[in-house]
T-cell receptor, first 114, second 115 residues
Framework: DAKTTQPPSMDCAEGRAANLPCNHS???????VYWYRQIHSQGPQYIIH???NNETNEMASLIITEDRKSSTLILPHATLRDTAVYYCIVRVAYAYNAGNMLTFGGGTRLMVKP | EAGVAQSPRYKIIEKRQSVAFWCNPI?????LYWYQQILGQGPKLLIQ????????DSQLPKDRFSAERLKGVDSTLKIQPAKLEDSAVYLCASSQGLGGPYEQYFGPGTRLTVT
């Protein structure tokens, strides 16, 4: 079973920031938070990951709460091309076995509107 | 850098027939994954390879599904015989390896329809 909880859907106006929440209250100390997205008819695409510090790359920012029980993915200026299903996944990063796998939940369907 | 390649992109077969999917991972990636994605759900891992060895196949229905990665590069996933409930998108992904926070790169998938 997925270890994360996400709202099933969200809307965002084009050009505004999209803030996607994720709850992972049972996260372990050796588990990272990963975000992937899946645009219609494509394979999932990696966005960003983090352990406990906030992270930023060219696609998004990841804010992780101090207790690590929740996080928020921020798309600073959403465009229509950002319409997709966004998956928040917790995963043991330094596993040499099956713990390395990604377990996808239902994700959040983000609709960016003009 | 070339991405993960998969073929065919679409396949329609009748139940009880067999089908095979092919995956070519990103060059140099040691770990290869096959996922099944049923419509409206997130992908579910079927099998994971490290080079040419199986790391995890606990969720692979072994009575009808098989997969191999003989030379540690390309991989083939086979279904024989297919059932109606096997209709799904089959995704292949690869990553640099185990033992690190490596992201997985996904191919476009093969959409299988079993009639």
């Amino acid at each position: 079973d997925a270890k994360t909880t996400q709202p099933p859907s969200m809307d965002c106006a084009e050009g505004r920031a999209a803030n996607l929440p994720c709850n992972h209250s049972t996260i372990s100390g050796n588990e990272y938070v990963y975000w992937y997205r899946q645009i219609h008819s494509q394979g999932p695409q990696y966005i960003i990951h983090g352990l406990k510090n906030n992270e930023t790359n060219e696609m998004a920012s990841l804010i992780i709460t101090e207790d690590r029980k929740s996080s928020t993915l921020i798309l600073p200026h959403a465009t229509l091309r950002d319409t997709a299903v966004y998956y928040c996944i917790v995963r043991v990063a330094y596993a040499y076995n099956a713990g390395n796998m990604l377990t996808f939940g239902g994700g959040t369907r983000l609709m960016v509107k003009p | 850098e070339a991405g993960v390649a998969q073929s065919p992109r679409y396949k329609i077969i009748e139940k009880r027939q067999s089908v095979a999917f092919w995956c070519n991972p990103i060059s140099g990636h040691a770990t290869l994954y096959w996922y099944q994605q049923i419509l409206g759900q997130g992908p579910k891992l079927l099998i994971q390879f490290q080079n040419n060895g199986v790391v995890d196949d606990s969720q692979l229905p072994k009575d009808r599904f098989s997969a191999e990665r003989l030379k540690g590069v390309d991989s083939t996933l086979k279904i024989q015989p297919a059932k109606l409930e096997d209709s799904a998108v089959y995704l292949c992904a690869s990553s640099q390896g185990l033992g690190g926070p490596y992201e997985q790169y996904f191919g476009p998938g093969t959409r299988l329809t079993v009639t």
